[in-house]
């Protein structure tokens, strides 16, 4: 089942006294590629993040933020700022003998400003915070993989529609195809008339006839072209993503499509060619998109 690059997820968990918040978000990208932003205390779980991340996620670009919202007693500590403290008191003390206020500076007043608290973290046991880590993570995983999923089905949807579409333009490039060799054939044919008439060049009458083989030879492009609209369904409906590999059809497709269109001496057949090309190029920006 193919899958969108695009997605969001949010997770939560709660063990050993440790809780945490995930977030992540995903966009195209050629590769799989991570952005994962921790708290500093937990650095050394960045590697085991990402291969946590690796097993369910092959492409895309995923950021992923983390925080730990809680930890156990004992395991941050609460320092005072008592230098701060004391100039805090002092400035206001300065403050009410300037303008003569008659109030005493209390410590209510004091818990009332900024940093006087400082909360220091110490090393945390990589063991203990996993189990809550790695649900957090994986819940919010969980969400972004449902979505990518649930956008992946309408782009699949979509594209197996224009592969319907593709298949039915390019029958009617076949059978105008083989109009076009046969209106040739009967203009050519009456040209040799002429030329048989008593106004005969040997070398007019080589030259048209390998101008009749150049121009009306795409049978071997349509049968390509067919072959690579079945492989590119068969991989769109597959279970394996397969991102890559139908921009490389998709490629391969245009490829054949324009040598029919360098070949076409009929108008028609020309026009069949350009709208083969919008569509394909629909089909290739959709693409984009798919893990």
Not at 58 to 78: F, H, I, M, Y
Not at 108 to 134: C, I, M, R, Y
Not at 223 to 231: D, Y
């Amino acid at each position: 089942m193919i899958k969108s690059m695009t997605g969001y997820g949010r997770g939560s968990s709660s063990k050993e006294g440790y809780t945490f918040s995930a977030e992540m978000r995903s966009v195209n990208h050629r590769y799989a590629d991570f952005s994962v932003r921790l708290p500093r205390e937990l650095y050394s779980l960045e590697d085991r993040i990402r291969r946590l991340l690796q097993e369910s996620i092959k492409r895309g670009r995923v950021e992923l933020t983390l925080s730990l919202d809680e930890v156990p007693a004992g395991v941050q500590q609460v320092k005072l700022n008592f230098d701060l403290a004391k100039d805090y008191h002092r400035s206001l003390q300065e403050l009410c003998r300037n303008l003569q206020l008659l109030e005493e500076v209390k410590l209510e007043h004091l818990l009332q400003l900024p940093d006087l608290f400082k909360t220091s973290g110490v090393a945390v046991n990589e063991e203990e915070v996993w189990p809550a880590l790695s649900e957090a993570v994986q819940e919010a995983m969980s969400h972004l993989l449902e979505q990518r999923r649930i956008e992946g089905e309408n782009l699949g949807r979509d594209l197996l529609e224009r592969c319907e579409r593709l298949e039915t333009m390019v029958e009617e490039a076949a059978e105008r195809a083989e109009e076009a060799k046969e209106e040739h054939r009967r203009k050519t044919e009456q040209k040799f008339q002429e030329l048989l008439a008593g106004h005969f060049e040997e070398n007019r009458l080589i030259m048209e006839c390998a101008l009749l083989a150049e121009r009306m030879g795409v049978d071997e492009e349509l049968v390509r072209l067919r072959s690579h609209i079945k492989s590119f369904r068969e991989n769109l409906t597959g279970s394996a993503p397969a991102g890559r590999k139908l921009d490389f059809i998709a490629q391969e497709m245009f490829r054949e499509i324009n040598t029919i269109g360098s070949k076409a001496g009929d108008y028609q057949l020309t026009n069949l060619v350009v709208e083969l090309k919008a569509e394909l190029e629909k089909i290739r920006e959709q693409i984009q998109n798919l893990e």
